[in-house]
């Protein structure tokens, strides 16, 4: 059985459902790319097993993984593969606990950071391993100063709250009481910190140690299809 690209195609819209593709990704753990590729019908070769399934896992409107892989071609080399086949049922991976996090709009200096007025929503994400939910929020990418490094506008990175960050990484900043920025971040010897766009059409921004408060680190970036 080959590959029906169409048919994929109009189960994983199901599947979906009223999430947007970013949140699916989220949920399934398959990448945003990889699911926008398949719902647009642009790959000629079936994701595998394993990514079906954890697309199934997460699936809304009663889209089976017994209709995935159908769609995908696999019935060929999984005969043995039933929906109530209760041997496949146990082998599932546990389910994925959430974290709900608030996505903020913008930061701005001097008002407390879920400030009312800066959350735009909550999202449900996966759970990050040993970081505490509490100091985790997604901030709205404004601006193309990071596109160097993959971040574009419009696109959402997932911050944890911490004052200091290594050099080279990429942090929320507060320059000078300014709203909030994305930068790479520099210390220097001599009490300045540089603050580096991933873009060479802006000037590395000098400042002193306290007048760049670090309001967190970007532990993810996710990219808007």
């Not at 029906?4 to 949920?27: C, D, P, T, V, W």
């Not at 009481?177 to 603050?195: F, I, M, R």
């Amino acid at each position: 059985m080959s590959f029906n690209k169409e048919e994929f195609s109009r189960l994983l819209e199901l599947a979906k459902g009223a999430r947007s593709i970013n949140q699916y990704a989220m949920h399934s753990g398959i990448s945003a790319a990889h699911i926008s590729r398949l719902m647009r019908s642009l790959l000629d070769t079936p994701p595998n097993p394993d990514t079906i399934k954890l697309l199934a896992e997460k699936a809304y409107n009663e889209v089976t993984y017994t209709d995935l892989m159908g769609a995908a071609g696999h019935f060929g080399e999984h005969e043995a593969i039933k929906e109530d086949n209760a041997a496949y049922v146990t082998k599932l991976n546990p389910v994925i606990d959430f974290f709900r996090i608030p996505l903020l709009g913008h930061i701005a200096a001097g008002e407390p950071i879920f400030a009312a007025e800066h959350i735009e929503d909550y999202i449900d994400i996966p759970s990050m391993g040993d970081y505490d939910p509490d100091e985790l929020f997604m901030l709205k990418v404004k601006g193309d100063s990071m596109v160097g490094s993959r971040i574009y506008e419009g696109d959402r990175v997932i911050v944890k709250m911490q004052p200091e960050v290594e050099n080279g990484e990429i942090a929320v900043v507060n320059v000078n009481g300014d709203e909030a920025t994305l930068k790479k971040v520099k210390k220097l010897d001599n009490g300045q910190t540089l603050l580096i766009a991933s873009n060479d059409k802006y000037e590395p921004i000098l400042v002193n140690h306290e007048s760049a408060r670090i309001v967190g680190k970007v532990i993810q970036v996710i990219f808007e299809p």
